[in-house]
């Protein structure tokens, strides 16, 4: 399965953004699709995933209460609702498919390439 994440920008404190992750090649039924980021410096952080029919939403306690991910499969994307950004939200964030439902980046077998998220204080 090939993701393609889109969505990122340039933002400022407080604003909101939403990020989707576009999925072809494969049958996405059968995959877990999950967020991460990584900023400057960083390791690569598990922000959300849901269970294989949209269900089952878990987050890093980095963004919970302010992040939301959502799965359309008859459209075969996932986004993430980010409100409330803060400066510390920057960092390049991917989409990851994993046959598995798990928070561990080493579950995830297949990842999108990354898009940037900004935000200015």
């Known amino acids: 399965v090939q993701l393609q994440a889109s969505g990122g920008g340039l933002v400022q404190a407080g604003a909101s953004l939403r990020l989707s992750c576009a999925a072809s090649?494969?049958?996405?039924?059968?995959?877990?699709v999950g967020w991460f980021r990584q900023g400057p410096g960083k390791d690569r952080e598990f922000l959300a995933v849901?269970?294989?029919?949209?269900?089952?939403?878990m987050y890093g306690d980095s963004v919970k209460g302010r992040f939301t991910i959502s799965r359309d499969s008859s459209k075969n994307m996932v986004y993430l609702q980010m409100n409330s950004l803060k400066p510390e939200d920057t960092a390049a964030y991917f989409c990851?498919?994993?046959?598995?439902?798990?928070?561990?980046?080493?579950?995830?077998?297949?990842w999108g390439q990354g898009t940037l998220v900004t935000v200015s204080s």
């Open positions: 990851a498919a994993s046959y598995r439902y798990g928070s561990s980046p080493t579950l995830y077998t297949y």
């Open positions: 090649g494969g049958t996405f039924r059968n995959y877990v």
């Open positions: 849901t269970d294989k029919i949209g269900g089952s939403p």
